[in-house]
C-alpha cells in the first residue's frame, strides 16, 4: 500500500512560480510511474507530468511544456512538479499519483492506483 501526500500549493500572481511536492510512504515499484493531474472546477481531471520511478524519464503535457518540470528523488521517496511562469489557467487542484503506468498508458487516469488528497493552486492575474 502506498500513500501518498501533496504539499507545496498556495496563491500566486502570473508569471511566478510554485513547487509542489508529493511524499510517498511505502514501497514504490520500480515499475512504477509517479504523475501530477489537476483538476478545475467543472472540469476533468487532465494530466500534467509524469516521471519513471526506475529511469526517470519524463513526459509533459503540452499545455505545461517548456514551464513545468518534474523530478523524483528514489531515497527521499518524493515527486516534485516545479512550476514556473505560471497562468490564470493553471488554476486547480493538483493531486499526485502513482501506479504501473507505461509510456503508451502514462496519461490515463485509470492506469494510477494510488492518489493523494490534493493542493490547491491558484494564480491571479
Known amino acids: 500500500q502506498v500513500q501518498l501526500v501533496e504539499s507545496g500549493g498556495g496563491l500566486v500572481q502570473a508569471g511566478g512560480s510554485l513547487r509542489l511536492s508529493c511524499a510517498a510512504s511505502?514501497?514504490?515499484?520500480?515499475?512504477?510511474?509517479m504523475g501530477w493531474f489537476r483538476q478545475a472546477p467543472g472540469k476533468e481531471r487532465e494530466f500534467v507530468a509524469a516521471i519513471s520511478w526506475s529511469t526517470g524519464g519524463t513526459y509533459l503535457s503540452d499545455s505545461v511544456k517548456g514551464r513545468f518540470t518534474i523530478s523524483r528523488d528514489n531515497a527521499k521517496n518524493t515527486v516534485a512538479l516545479q512550476m514556473n511562469s505560471l497562468k490564470p489557467e493553471d488554476t486547480a487542484v493538483y493531486y499526485c499519483?502513482?501506479?504501473?503506468?507505461?509510456?503508451?498508458?502514462?496519461?490515463?487516469?485509470?492506469?494510477?492506483?494510488?492518489w493523494g488528497q490534493g493542493t490547491q493552486v491558484t494564480v491571479s492575474s
Open positions: 511505502g514501497r514504490i515499484f520500480s515499475s512504477y510511474a
Open positions: 499519483a502513482g501506479g504501473p503506468a507505461t509510456w503508451i498508458t502514462i496519461t490515463t487516469l485509470s492506469s494510477y492506483n494510488y
